[in-house]
C-alpha cells in the first residue's frame, strides 16, 4: 500500500462547495431508493444499499429520511430511476465520468452534453474514459484524524487496499464488497469517517495548468448542482500554486 503518496482527493477543490443539505439529501434519497429498489431492502443483506445508507449519515442524514427512502423504494408509484453513466473529457484533457440516476434519459442527456459543450468538454462513448479508473470503495478521513503513519497502520489491520494521504486528508481505498467490514474496522481506530462511498479511482493523473483549471471546476461545479447528477469523478490534479490563483 502506498501509504505516503501526496494525493489530492478528486472530490475536494480550494473553498469546496457548501452543498445546500435539501439538495444533497436529495441525491441521498435518490441513491437509497434506487439501491433498495434494486436489491433488498435490508442494508444488512444489500451491500450497495449499506455503502449508500452509510454515506447519508455520515453527512448528517437523519434516520426517518434514510427510512422514508427505503420504504419508498417498495412503493408502486414510486419512479423509475435509471443508472446513466456519461463518460468525456474536460478542459487539459481531464478524464471526467459522470454518474447519474434519472427519470428521463432525453432531459439528462442534454444537460450534460450542453455543460460539457459550453466549457471546454467533450462528451466520449462508454467505455472511452473509465477503463482508466478502477471501481472500488471509499472510506476518506480528515487531516486530524492522525498522522499518515498512523492511518496507514489502521487501514492496514482493517484490510484495505491502499491509503493515499497529504495535507487535506486521508482516503483509504478497498474492494467494493468489503467497504462496510473495513469502515467499521477502522472506525474502531480512528472515529467515524468523513465519507464512506463507491467511488472511481484514477490510475493516472492529469496535472491541470491555470487556464483549464478555471473551465474545469466551473463545469464540475455546474455537472454537482444539476439534480440529476449524482457524482463525478476525474483524474485532475489543481496544483496549490494554481489553487491559489483562482
Not at 105 to 116: D, E, G, K, P
Not at 119 to 143: K, W
Not at 170 to 179: K, R, V
Request: no cysteine; aromatic share 6%.
Amino acid at each position: 500500500m502506498a501509504g505516503h503518496s501526496k494525493f489530492k482527493n478528486i472530490m475536494h477543490r480550494k473553498g469546496a462547495q457548501d452543498k445546500k443539505r435539501s439538495a444533497m439529501f436529495s441525491k441521498f434519497s435518490r441513491e437509497i431508493t434506487v439501491a433498495a429498489k434494486m436489491g433488498m431492502p435490508d442494508p444488512a443483506n444489500n451491500p450497495r444499499l449499506r455503502a449508500a445508507v452509510l454515506a447519508a449519515r455520515v453527512e448528517g442524514m437523519p434516520k426517518d429520511n434514510i427510512q422514508r427512502a427505503i420504504d419508498k423504494s417498495q412503493a408502486s408509484d414510486t419512479a423509475n430511476y435509471e443508472e446513466v453513466r456519461y463518460e468525456g473529457f474536460g478542459p487539459g484533457g481531464v478524464a471526467l465520468i459522470i454518474e447519474t440516476l434519472t427519470d428521463n434519459r432525453n432531459r439528462t442527456a442534454t444537460n450534460v452534453r450542453t455543460f460539457m459543450a459550453k466549457n471546454g468538454g467533450n462528451m466520449g462513448a462508454s467505455g472511452s474514459v473509465s477503463h482508466g479508473f478502477e471501481r472500488l470503495g471509499l472510506i476518506s478521513y480528515p487531516a486530524k484524524a492522525g498522522s499518515a503513519d498512523a492511518v496507514f497502520e489502521a487501514a492496514l489491520e482493517a484490510g484495505a487496499d491502499d491509503v493515499q494521504s497529504s495535507e487535506d486528508g486521508h482516503d483509504i481505498w478497498t474492494a467494493i464488497d468489503g467497504l462496510h467490514d473495513t469502515a467499521k474496522a477502522i472506525e474502531a481506530a480512528l472515529g467515524e469517517a468523513a465519507g464512506i462511498k463507491l467511488a472511481w479511482k484514477p490510475g493516472l493523473m492529469v496535472s491541470v495548468g491555470e487556464a483549464d483549471a478555471a473551465m474545469l471546476l466551473k463545469l464540475i461545479d455546474l455537472l454537482e448542482d444539476d439534480d440529476d447528477v449524482q457524482t463525478v469523478w476525474g483524474n485532475y490534479d489543481v496544483p496549490d500554486d494554481v489553487l491559489a490563483k483562482l
